[in-house]
Structure formats: C-alpha cells, structure tokens
C-alpha cells in the first residue's frame, strides 16, 4: 500500500516517522541510529533555503568560510564552563587506525572553539571590523534523548554564522537583521509563520548575552518549536579567546570585541513537515518544491489508435514545454503499468502541490484539469492560460498554506491573566501569553507546576509520553500591551514578583 497507514490527528509521532520515509525525503541510516539519509527532495528543500539564505547574507557583506570538522581539547579548554553541561554530546575520535592518536580530537558540535582562535589572529585593528564568517556544514551532538528525523538527529546541516563588531549597537543590529532573515525562511519558504523574541535567561545559549528566536508552533499537539537563533555572545567569547583591537579613539588601549553567532538548521524542514503535511502525505510549499506540477495523460486506453496516442503525447510535450517556459518545475509522469489513481496517491504523497491532467476529453476542451495538494480542489485552466495560470496558482497555494498555519497559531496563542486558565489552555493545544517576571527560578517552578496528567502524546511505537510543563518559549518582541511596572504581577500563583513582559510560554520539542 503506498498511501499512510497512521493517521496525523491520532498518532502523530507515528505519523511522522512514517511520512518522512514513504514521501521519500529520509531514510533511516540503519548502522547507527540517530543518523539520517537526506534524500533529493530534502536536498532541495535545504538547497533553495541555502541559496535565498547566502544572497542575503552576501548583501550584508558576509564571506563563506569553511573550518576543519575536528576540535582539540584544548580549545575546548577555553570555553570550559558553558562547555560542560555538553560535554555528554560530545563525539570524540581516539584511534586512527590500530593506533591510539596522542590527544583524540572532538567532533565539531558547533564551531566557536575551532574558528575563535583564528579570530583572534585575523582581527587586529577596527578596520578588520565588521568580521563576517559562515560556513554551511554538519555538526555531530551525540544526542541522548529520542531522535527524530530532521527533529532531533546526531548528526544535521546547519548555517553557522559568527561575526566580530567594535560596538555592543553594532552587533545587536546585525542580530536582529539575521533573525529577520530566519523568519523569511520560515514565511516566506517553508509557509511557516513565526512569532520573534528574545529567550529567557532559562532557555538562552549559556555562553552568550542574549539569544533571539523565531518561535513555530505545531496544531497537532500545541506545542512550540524553534529551528533558528541569533545570539549576542557580547565580549564573552572575544574574552575567553583573546579577540581585541586597538581602541580607535584611546591609543594603546585593547577592546575586546562584541561578537554573534547565529544558526538555522535542518530542523526547520521537519517544522514544514508536521505543518503542512496530511494524511495523504506531504504537503510541499510550491517555492520549495523539486517538482511543482505533475501532468499525467489519461484517458489513454488501449482502443486508442497509436497515431491518435502519439498526437496526444505530443500535445503533452508541448503543455511541458510551455510550464517550463513560464519558470514552472513540471514534470511529465508517463510511466506504463500505473493506474492514474496510483499516480495520484503517489504524487500526493510526496506532496506535489499541483496535478495537471490531460485526456482526449480535455484536449477537445483545449483545458487541462487540474488538483491542488492544499485543498484538494479540482478545475480545469484553458490551454491558452497555462503558462500565467499555473504560476499564479502556485503562489495562490503558497499563501493559501501560510495563511492556515497563521491563523491558526494566531487562535491558538492566548492572552491570559487567571492563573487557572493555564493548564486548560494548554491541554487545548495552545501556547499562552502570561505575565511574568522573567526569574530563572520562576520559570523552573512553572514547569514543574504545569505538568498535567490530562493529555498525552504518542510516542514513535505508540507508547504513551508523560506530558510535559511548560518552557518559555520567547519574549515576543511585539508585546500585545504595556505591562504596567510595578503594577502588574508575575502571573505564577508562587511568585511576589511584578512582571516585567508578556511571555509566551507552552509545551515544547
Ligand atoms: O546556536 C548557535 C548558532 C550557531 C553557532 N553556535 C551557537 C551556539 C551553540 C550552542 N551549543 C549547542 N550545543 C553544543 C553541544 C556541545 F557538545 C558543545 Cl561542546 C557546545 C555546544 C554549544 O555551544
Ligand atoms: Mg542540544
């Protein structure tokens, strides 16, 4: 059976696992788990991501780098107190062949302490500033927790960017201008909506200053996501590294400098995935899609006349050959033996967002039919439209998919004042607004108050997950009012504190 045996609404862990694989765009790396294989449809995916993410960044005067895979202890010194809580995730190499190398070598879980040296022996003087490095590559985290393809995995492509700046202002702008850049990814690419903010000091990258996010949100089960983070590391880094420069306005005096570094992974496509995706599969965005219209011929019967089924084939290669003119990824699905109900559930499975079909009823019509993956809806388009009308139903589909995941997160992210609306709104698979006063020790005891025993999720093998408390997820940059200082209280029973920002917190991967 090449249609979905579990369904979204009922199993969605189970769901997923089994849609990524019959959609072709994982497989599982059998010799050792927690490794996946990115098959072409992923690839593509990532590659448009990476293509729209580089123009940018090259805008901003941003240089492509590419660093050795492997740390040595050392350098990890360096970082040594935020390194720590990791340490278990690391992946270390000690022999190479039969013998035992001299000091084994880490496996790259994120690259500061490979790059930051070279930092410090490339920036010299204000002029080497604004420093502006990416490297796409992957990073190994021996994850202990249950991976999940694109989810949670040991080994992903990532983007890993790290800059250098003579200003605390300068470096914070540049954070907000690639977060800005993530949420186009998300919007713009994958369909995905996203709210911005700043993370909690609970939740932000120990090492930095602040971290800033974009926040996704899954219907399915309520819970947030975040797949890209920009961090201020202030002069924490520039510290520990020794990355100084001259104080252009103080001779002789050293400033270390104020660094970022920002990140967005494959995680974001598994995001997509769990959104958009049904019960007949995928659900691709058309300005991510490898193939974004399949024309099938039907009606073609073995009483037709071979001259009359090559006439037909030939008006099939010309429909082609006027979508490829129009910049339409098309392809043609003749193949022999295949009912055209096979290749329909087969094409809706991996999600192609467009079925163009054409039969000698339709070319008498001079229309083709057409099937759109988002909604299902079926229609024909005059032959002579072809080339403005699929590209503009293409768009009409992109937005139609971004529009549902916006409306939906926007109804499911509620505003609350009375304590005791929370655990319900979350059992309701929402994410709430609270007050809240932003203490670490706050934060923990709403996590652990939040745990409710009502809902469960599945997991994988359909065994039920103990449901968690709710993490802070981001402060929204866009708060929904001022929070009155001094007047307003933290909103966890607990707590004496006054707030000081509308939090969104929820359940969370
Ligand atoms: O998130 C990003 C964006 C791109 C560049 N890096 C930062 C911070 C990465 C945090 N982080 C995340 N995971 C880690 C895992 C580890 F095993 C070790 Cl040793 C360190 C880390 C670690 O520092
Ligand atoms: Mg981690």
Redesign the pocket.
Known sequence: VIGMTASKETNFSQWYHELVIKAELVEYYNEISGFYILRPAAMHIWNTIRGWFNERIEKMGVEETSFPMFLSSKS?EKEKE??EG?AP??AWVTKAGDKDLEVPVAVR??S?AVMYPYYAKWIRSHRDLPFRLNQWNSVV?WEAKQTTPFLRAREFLWQ?G?TAHLTEELAAKEVLEILELYAGVYEQLLAVPVVRGKKTENEK?A?GYWTSTCEAYIPTNGRGIQGA?S?ALGQNFSRMFDITVEDPHKKGEKINVWQN???LSTRVIGVMVMLHSDDKGLVLPPRVAKIQAVLIPVGITAKMKPEERTAHMDRVDELRADLKKANVRVEIDDREGYTPGYKFADWEMKGVPLRLEFGPKDAAASVVTYSRRDTGFKGTIPIAELATQVPALLEEIQKNLYEKADASFRSHRVQLTDWSRVVPALNDRNVVLIPFCEEPKCEDRIKEITKSDEVHELGPDGQKLPSMGMKSLCIPFEQPEAIVKGETKCLNPECEAFAKSWVMFGRSY
């Open positions: 990890l935020h390194v990791f995730e690391l879980p994120t500061e985290r890993e790290h990258f090492g983070t961090h570094s920002w990140g």
